[in-house]
């Protein structure tokens, strides 16, 4: 990092725009008194974010800008740059080259630029700070303050060793926090007090409304319940109406089904009527002939009689009288035979016997007495009887067609009663399944009538039935008796706690709410001040733990410069003990090994904040304070101070307005002869008036005054030769 150029305009004497080039090493700046030299440091301190008017050697805003002179009128603002080379990366921000710009006008609007964008002046003090550099510190040393470490306070001296150190960073934070936290227990503070007020407003407000605040709970329990209630009321309905439809269905299948067998069956009924024998009159017509055949074979058989006792008449008179006398004796004989026969088997043959004979007898006389009138009847009998037999034939004839047509009518019968029968069992089934479905749409009017009255408490209830309806599969199934008892036991709780004051009801939300929302602030802001507690301890340690580990490689360098320049003796820095420690009464209650810890933190705590006081013995002198050192000594004592820092920790640039000018001729040489080591490490522009300073410088800057009260800038090689008019 290199600081390049300063450029001024309208700042204090330097009216018109001014350019100072660096080149690294020692920069010195030359003029006669008042030409306005320590305006450029001014300048400096100005830009890297100085408030305070004392080291601006100024009262107010205004007198950093050009005043005007005789000749020249004033301006209207003041504006100073400085800009580095960023190319090593230096500062962390993304530019080979870095402009910090302050512009300040007369109404006192002051503005910072960071690279032309504008930034606050937080931002630029954290930017400096991170680089080592600030206004606090030993980097920029003002006129007559080449013993300010000496005669600065221990606490103002830790804070310029802090600030070499890099740990003024850590310090802004740290003072940050401690703001932050400042704010937040002001404003936990002021919210607790709000809290406080409000609680006990609250309370009242609480025990006025608790049986309303329970109500809506209650009316809240109700109507939940209710809702349950009806939900499981619904689902039992349409349940039961579910089943309904499918067994109707069902049922109209089945009617579909056994109408279409009905149909069928009727068919078949009508076919068998189709079928019905159509000859009863032939049977009345068979009846006639068979009684006209009855009677005319009666006749002849009456006829046939009468031949055959004519036959037998005639036959008995041609027998021969003596043949039958004979045989009248032979029969005689016989019979007596007969009558004294015991033996019944005997008496069976002598019977045969007998009629054998008779028989004999007569057929005897039949042979013998035949003629011509016998034959005739005979013939007619005969006759008679072929006649007879073709009756009974036709009579059988007749009785087999009667039989036929007989048979045939009861076959009829039998298919008729059984169609019939087929008919009227299937209109049996189709009249039972109809009351069967008059029965089920009954029920199911039944359970819509009551699905109506459902509908009807539901929307008494002032509930919305659809939207009830429209998810009934979450609902846990419940007792019914026991839901109703329950929200008869609500509604009756509701009934006695009585018309409810809503101003009241909301007022107390509204209070309830207020006191919620300020409690969760006070917790947050509780958080935020442990949080900004803990941030500032960390930054503490870190702090003091850089520091107390710097102070000693600074003591080692101090005693070395200090023995330099004063030719032997030693001094040292070391942290203030004299600081009161708070007087904390022991603690009864605590054992020894805590009230150890206690008094630790408390020295730890002092350590933190404690200042910085000087050691020194001086060769050859009993000093017993740094009062009865010389205004000489007390320089050298600072310089001895600053360059043991910058050995630790070299800052980029210092700023130093006539620190030598107290320092006799040998000292003035080894300052010189030591800024232009140290130069190699840090940039250093200086204002002397010290020609071994000068010689010392890498480059001149002579200011002037040639128009009286503008400064001007002449550049000049170290051959003393002016080369530029600035
Ligand atoms: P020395 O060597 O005596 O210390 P110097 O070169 O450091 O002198 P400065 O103190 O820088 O001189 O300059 C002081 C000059 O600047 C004075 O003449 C003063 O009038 C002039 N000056 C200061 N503020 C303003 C301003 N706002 N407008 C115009 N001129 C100003």
Do not use: C
């Not at 005669?151 to 802004?172: D, F, V």
């Not at 579910?242 to 076919?271: A, C, G, Y």
């Not at 708070?582 to 805590?594: G, H, N, T, V, W």
């Not at 050691?615 to 740094?626: F, M, Q, T, V």
Request: aromatic share 8%.
């Amino acid at each position: 990092m290199l600081l390049k150029r300063l450029e001024l305009i309208g700042f204090k004497s330097f009216a018109n725009k001014t350019v100072l080039d660096f080149s690294g090493g020692i920069a010195g700046v030359v003029g006669p008194n008042g030409s306005g030299k320590s305006n450029i440091i001014d300048a400096v301190r100005w830009v890297l974010g100085e408030r305070e008017a004392k080291n601006l050697r100024g009262d107010k805003v205004e007198d950093l800008i050009f005043a005007g002179t005789q000749k020249r009128a004033r301006v209207g603002m003041a504006q100073v740059s400085l800009i580095f080379d960023n190319s090593t990366g230096f500062f962390p921000v993304d530019f080979s080259e870095v402009s910090i710009v302050k512009r300040i006008g007369r109404e006192g609007h002051s503005q910072y630029f960071l690279n032309k964008a504008e930034v606050r002046l937080k931002d630029i003090v954290s930017f400096f700070a991170k680089a080592r550099l600030g206004t606090h510190g030993l980097t920029i040393i003002n006129q007559g303050e080449g013993d300010l470490f000496v005669k600065s306070s221990p606490e103002e001296r830790r804070e310029m060793i802090e600030e070499i150190l890099g740990l003024r960073q850590y310090q802004i934070k740290k003072k940050d926090a401690q703001r932050k936290l400042k704010n937040t227990s002001v404003n936990i503070d002021k919210v607790k007090a709000v809290v406080e007020e409000i609680i006990p407003h609250l309370k009242f407000l609480k025990r006025q409304t608790a049986k309303w605040e329970k109500l809506s709970e209650t009316e809240k329990e109700l109507n939940d319940l209710e809702r349950i209630y009806f939900k499981n009321k619904l689902k039992e309905i349409f349940v039961e109406l579910d089943k309904f439809t499918p067994r109707l269905k069902e049922i109209d299948e089945k009617v579909f089904q056994k109408s279409k067998e009905l149909k069928i069956l009727q068919e078949e009924l009508r076919k068998v009527e189709d079928s019905r024998p159509s000859n009863r009159t032939q049977l009345n017509d068979i009846q006639l002939k068979k009684d006209e055949l009855f009677s005319k074979k009666s006749e002849q058989e009456k006829e046939l009689g009468r031949l055959e006792a004519k036959i037998e008449f005639s036959s008995l008179v041609k027998i021969d009288s003596q043949k039958a006398i004979e045989t009248l004796k032979d029969l005689r004989i016989v019979i007596k035979n007969l009558s004294e026969e015991s033996d019944l088997e005997k008496l069976k043959s002598k019977l045969n016997e007998v009629f054998l004979k008779i028989d004999n007898f007569l057929n005897f006389g039949s042979e013998q007495g035949a003629s011509n009138e016998l034959l005739e009847l005979k013939k007619s009998k005969d006759e008679l009887s072929n006649k007879i037999t073709g009756i009974v034939n036709e009579l059988e004839e007749f009785r087999k067609a009667e039989t036929n047509i007989s048979s045939g009518l009861e076959s009829f019968n039998f298919e008729f009663k059984k169609a019939f029968e087929k008919v009227e069992s299937k209109k049996d089934e189709l009249a039972e399944l109809e009351s069967d479905k008059n029965r089920i749409n009954f029920n199911a009017e039944r359970f819509n009538l009551k699905m109506q009255d459902l509908k009807t408490q539901i929307e008494q209830a002032g509930k919305d039935v659809n939207e009830l309806k429209s998810n009934l599969e979450d609902v846990a199934p419940t007792s019914v008796f026991e839901t109703e008892r329950k929200i008869f036991k609500l509604k009756a709780e509701i009934a006695s706690a009585g018309e409810i004051d809503h101003v009241l009801l909301d007022e107390f939300k509204e209070t309830e709410k207020r006191h919620d929302f300020l409690s969760s602030q006070l917790i947050d802001l509780e958080k935020a001040s442990n949080d900004l507690n803990v941030l500032i301890k960390d930054l503490d340690f870190k702090i003091n733990d850089e520091f107390i580990s710097s102070l000693n490689k600074i003591n080692e360098e101090f005693n070395k410069f200090f023995q330099l320049m004063f030719g032997g003796g030693k001094a040292k820095l070391y942290l203030e003990k004299f600081k009161p420690k708070k007087q904390i009464l022991p603690d009864e209650s605590l054992a020894d090994s805590e009230q150890k810890i206690i008094e630790e933190l408390e020295d730890e705590e002092n350590e933190m904040s404690a200042g910085i006081e000087i050691d020194l013995s001086l060769p050859r002198k009993k000093i017993r304070g740094l009062e009865m050192l010389s205004g000489g000594e007390k320089s050298l004592l600072s310089i001895a101070v600053l360059f043991a820092l910058i050995s630790v920790s070299p800052p980029p640039f210092l700023v130093l307005d006539e620190i030598d000018a107290a320092l006799d001729e040998r000292n003035t040489r080894r300052f010189a002869e030591l800024i232009k080591d140290f130069s190699k490490k840090s940039q250093f522009i200086i204002v002397t008036h010290n020609r071994a300073t000068m010689e010392a410088a890498d480059v001149l800057y002579g200011v002037t005054m040639e128009e009286s009260g503008v400064s001007k800038i002449l550049s000049i090689d170290l051959s003393n030769q002016p080369i530029t008019n600035r």
